[in-house]
């Protein structure tokens, strides 16, 4: 998912929301083929009650996702997870405040490694090692917001599903129209629609790297939606965290493997 993400985004690095839009409505899309077969998908019904309770949860979605993106496209694949590398860390911050528990002391340990492996991540590059590799501020500053928003939405998941008869799918439904809808604005605001019209008629722009990247993505951050929600569901944010952890090693040295890149001995010592 990241490197086709990461490939589309270096492709268009100007049509972040509108790529980020046209996963979103491809996972609602999927949902409603899927109810059409299968009897255990059931797409919830619209009603504005449940909407109003659902907001918190939807917006944390969308910010996080948009923070995410935006990291995701100014960083080097391999320094992706780097660059988030606070997730764990504010996971078992937030989830302890909203749930007025101290974390046991392993689980403690377990976030300050990750936060100090975040530093040393985070930490300024030799001079030797290629400018363009250094990520910039404003990009460890998405990754640390995106990281704080993951945080919470992981949270308010578990508070937000009895809201949604305790159905993973329905609140999967509800987060992915819910972020299109209020993502949409952004994508005319910031003019993505008509910048995509002027990329069509460039010659240079490759529209299938694009399009063909928007449909994997859609369907297979779908599949992952679902996969996170009961994940959460039958464990609990903090132990959701955990497990991602392996993800994100093996995610950056795919990144070194597949887009070739720089992995200097603080990436190496950082990843979680």
């Known amino acids: 998912m990241v490197f086709v993400n990461k490939t589309v985004l270096n492709g268009s690095p100007d049509l972040p929301l509108l790529f980020l839009l046209l996963q ?16 255990r998908v059931e797409i919830p019904k619209l009603e504005l009650e449940t909407a109003k309770k659902l907001t ?16 995701l496209r100014d960083v080097e694949a391999s ?3 780097i660059a988030r590398g606070l997730v764990l860390p504010l996971t078992i911050i937030v989830f302890s405040m909203h ?5 046991s002391v392993r689980v403690g340990i377990a976030a300050g490694t990750v936060a100090i492996g975040f530093l ?13 590799v250094a990520p910039s501020g404003l990009s460890l500053f998405y990754g640390v917001l995106s990281s704080l928003f993951i945080a919470f939405h992981a949270v308010l998941i578990k508070s937000s599903l009895p809201y949604c008869n305790n159905s ?7 987060t992915n129209l819910g972020s299109a809808i209020f993502l949409f604005p952004f994508v005319l605001f910031y003019r993505e629609i008509s910048t995509l019209e002027d990329l ?9 790297v694009f399009l063909w990247g928007s449909i994997v993505t859609g369907v297979f951050g779908f599949l992952l939606c679902i996969a996170g929600l009961l994940s ?5 944010p903090i132990t959701h965290m955990f497990s991602s952890a392996l993800r994100s090693v093996i995610q950056t040295l795919l990144g070194v493997w597949l887009l070739k890149d720089l992995m200097t001995v603080y990436v190496l010592s950082s990843d979680p």
């Not at 999927?30 to 109810?35: E, M, P, S």
């Not at 918190?56 to 993106?69: A, D, E, K, S």
């Not at 069509?200 to 299938?208: A, C, E, K, L």
């Not at 959460?232 to 609990?236: A, E, F, L, N, R």
């Open 24 to 39: 979103l409505l491809i996972a609602v899309v999927l949902l409603h083929v899927a109810a059409m077969f299968i009897t």
């Open 56 to 71: 918190p949860v939807v917006l944390v979605n969308i910010i996080g996702l948009i923070f995410n993106t935006l990291c």
């Open 79 to 81: 320094f992706f997870q």
């Open 99 to 103: 749930t007025r528990t101290v974390p």
């Open 120 to 132: 040393l991540g985070v930490a300024p590059i030799s001079a030797t090692v290629p400018a363009h």
């Open 168 to 174: 993973t799918i329905q609140l999967a439904y509800w």
């Open 200 to 208: 069509i008629h460039d010659s240079n722009w490759d529209g299938q």
């Open 232 to 236: 959460i569901k039958v464990t609990s």
